[in-house]
Nanobody, 115 residues
């Protein structure tokens, strides 16, 4: 089973940028749909962005035009570039690897947007 490790979280002021990375343990990474989800305190985990093995992308309305998901199959890594961050983007961000009905999660990385 693939294992995922997120990195790149931190604290940033409103309007700032962060780039999250999700490193996968297996070189069959390329067959998975990769996703980024986030969960704020007291709220459910919501999908932020997703990229298929073929490169098709999906974004939640709240992040369209600000966030970009990408993947580098040679490095077994998915990325989430986050620009123009807002306080409401504050959450723990989780990476997911999806194939068929199975989903594997990373442990998450904290993103805090505050002045």
């Amino acid at each position: 089973q693939v294992q995922l490790v997120e990195s790149g979280g931190g604290s940033v002021q409103p309007g700032g940028s962060l780039r999250l990375s999700c490193a996968a343990s297996q070189n069959i990474f390329r067959i998975y749909t990769m996703g980024w989800y986030r969960q704020a305190p007291g709220k459910q985990r919501d999908l932020v962005a997703r990229i298929t093995s073929g490169g098709d992308t999906y974004y939640a309305d709240s992040v369209k035009g600000r966030f970009t998901i990408s993947r580098d199959n040679a490095k077994n890594t998915a990325y989430l570039q986050m620009n123009n961050l807002k306080p409401e983007d504050t959450a723990v961000y989780y990476c997911s690897a999806e194939r068929g009905s199975g989903v594997t999660w990373g442990r998450g990385t904290q993103v805090t947007v505050s002045s």
